[in-house]
């Protein structure tokens, strides 16, 4: 037997040591902290949890958990709290997301590859301190109804910190800021049980008037007092005089020009814009608006959509089509964080609007395929499955054809979906057609 030793192969120089401090300030989340927390349970080099007077049993779930908590006493400013607690942290990075947002066990660990792709690069590791994800705003069922962009991983540098008593930002530029397209932070904080249970609003309010007196031409203030105003109960009420100080505040928003952060002034556009579409009124004024915020930030899918529905509305369904079938193509096929508060969130509302449009043209062939799209994501829409059903039918789609597109889209083994297609077709008069899909229950 030799005696020599075999040779290891070069496996590389090693991955560079990321320890991750995971930071939160937090008041009376006892229903919140637990997930807060568990996410990062097994990336995190530590927990920092500042807690600012929490009457509930945040501190101690938090402790239990081995987070390490501190206190601060509480100065209506964000940015003084936030910055305490990076203060505390030891790691080389932070993740900063508040009690009601997490990322997925998936993009956790997403996350920790991507930081350290940043530091085995050179280049990379010199000009990038804080990563920009996307940010999904989740409704009662979990449903995104937004996706923004969201500075909340970033080196721990003594010139990296917090600033302004609400709404915060840190004080970078935005060529220190990687795009981290495909790390998604998870965000309930503005359901309405969540606006309910913790008074957001009403405390935003009272923040934003004191700093508005302040600075009391900053549009960006204004703009984030509007976006407080307007907001609706969970009940689904709201103060009809806070309802007009949020508009004219919008208004002066949209008015002032490019002065104002432009997440903001898209949030001024689009109260008006969604106001319009949803309720049928000020067509003119909507399309109006549309052009103009599009002359501002040319190629934004959510004003394009709201355009396309406004021309829609008028008449003009040619154009509109064009138009639904641009925004349709940048999503399926942008791969970059374009802040879409609409399409992006929902896609399903795009392909709803554009089935219902291709009906309106007479386009069999759209018609059929949006109508698929649809029942692909949900296949309970019984009447986007009717009209799907009828249409294949007056085309000269046999009944066995039929049977087997919706076998692409239902379990014909499964008895739910064969009664559920059985009934729908029946109300379509296809009896026929019922009868066979009945005839597949197997008894």
């Avoid at 590389?12 to 927390?37: D, H, T």
């Avoid at 959510?302 to 089509?321: Q, V």
């Avoid at 009944?399 to 109300?427: F, H, I, N, Q």
Wanted: some cysteine.
């Amino acid at each position: 037997m030799s005696g020599k030793k075999k040779k290891k192969k070069n496996a590389g120089p090693p991955l560079p040591m990321i320890r991750l401090s995971q930071c939160m300030i937090v008041k009376n989340e006892e229903k919140n902290i637990e997930r807060a927390l568990g996410w990062a349970k097994s990336v995190a080099f530590e927990q920092i949890v500042v807690d600012t007077g929490s009457t509930d049993r945040t501190v101690e779930i938090a402790e239990k958990m081995g987070a390490k908590v501190y206190h601060f006493a509480w100065i209506n400013d964000f940015s003084a709290a936030k910055n305490y607690a990076i203060e505390q942290a030891t790691g080389n990075w932070i993740a900063f997301l508040d009690a009601d947002e997490f990322f997925t066990p998936v993009d956790a660990k997403k996350l920790i590859l991507y930081l350290k792709n940043i530091h085995s690069d050179p280049e990379m590791r010199k000009n990038y301190l804080a990563l920009n994800c996307k940010w999904s705003q989740v409704d009662e069922k979990g449903q995104p109804f937004a996706v923004l962009v969201q500075e909340r991983v970033f080196r721990n540098l003594p010139n990296v910190r917090y600033v302004g008593n609400i709404h915060e930002i840190l004080s970078l530029g935005p060529e220190n800021v990687a795009r981290a397209e495909e790390i998604t932070i998870i965000h309930t904080g503005y359901t309405k049980d969540a606006y309910a249970q913790t008074s957001k609003a009403e405390r935003n309010v009272e923040l934003l008037r004191e700093a508005i007196k302040d600075k009391p031409d900053d549009p960006n203030l204004k703009a984030y007092l509007a976006d407080s105003l307007v907001i609706k109960d969970d009940k689904g009420y709201a103060d009809a005089d806070k309802i007009a100080e949020g508009e004219a505040l919008y208004r002066e928003v949209i008015a002032g020009g490019m002065t104002a952060h432009s997440g903001l002034r898209k949030s001024s556009y689009l109260y008006f814009i969604e106001k319009y579409t949803n309720t049928g009124e000020n067509i003119l004024e909507c399309e109006q608006l549309c052009r103009k915020a599009l002359m501002e930030k040319p190629g934004d899918m959510d004003y394009e959509y709201y355009l396309a529905i406004t021309l829609s509305n008028k008449g003009e369904h040619n154009e509109a089509w064009e138009l639904f079938k641009k925004v349709e193509g940048k999503l399926l096929s942008d791969k970059t964080m374009s802040e879409s508060r609409a399409v992006a969130a929902n896609p399903d509302q795009l392909f709803g609007r554009m089935l219902l449009l291709a009906e309106k043209l007479g386009d069999v062939e759209s018609t059929i395929r949006y109508a698929a799209m649809l029942l692909a994501a949900d296949k309970t829409k019984e009447d986007v499955l009717r009209g799907y059903i009828i249409t294949l039918l007056m085309n000269d789609v046999s009944e066995d054809e039929v049977v087997g597109l919706l076998a692409k889209l239902y379990d014909m083994s499964a008895p739910k979906d064969l009664l559920l297609l059985a009934r729908v077709a029946k109300d379509c008069g296809a009896i026929d057609l019922a009868r066979m899909i009945v005839g597949l229950i197997k008894t």
